[in-house]
């Protein structure tokens, strides 16, 4: 084995990485359980309406985070990040905190995904999704303020 390129040879990066990326048949159902997953969670997102005692806590941050003080980004951090984020966009961090959890809980299915057809096939990724998508538990966290 040399490290010489041989001529005729794929030496492209572009042509390397090929194989990796997923064709039409992987893509759309993905995104169809993307999907799926997303419209379940915010149809279950009206019927929670109190919060628990965690994600007071993470209100309370992201609200204190607003106003410029940053030390609750030291204990908290991203997902305080995000409610801040989402809640320059909606009218409370309620609402915000709880569509940062709907959101991260739709794609939780992509990294299912890839952990799933890389340890086994894309069949049985593709149906590992497909349960995550709406598992009873899943769909409840989803919907609260972590």
Do not use: H
Not at 39 to 45: N, T
Not at 109 to 128: H, K
Request: aromatic share 14%.
């Amino acid at each position: 084995m040399s490290a010489v390129v041989e001529v005729g040879e794929k030496s492209s990066p572009f042509e390397r990485i090929k194989g990796r990326i997923p064709d039409f048949f992987t893509v759309v159902p993905l995104l169809l359980i993307i999907v799926t997953a997303f419209s379940v969670r915010i149809y279950l997102l009206r019927f929670y309406d109190v919060i628990s005692a965690d994600g007071i806590g993470y209100v309370a941050a992201a609200r204190n985070l607003a106003t410029g003080d940053m030390n609750s980004l030291s204990s908290n951090g991203f997902y305080v990040f995000m409610t801040w984020l989402v809640g320059q966009f909606t009218p409370d961090f309620e609402l915000s905190g709880r569509l940062v959890s709907v959101i991260f809980g739709s794609v939780l299915v992509v990294p299912l995904y890839l952990l799933g057809s890389e340890l086994f096939s894309r069949r049985t990724a593709l149906a590992a999704c497909l349960v995550t998508s709406v598992w009873p538990s899943l769909l409840g966290w989803s919907c609260e303020v972590m």
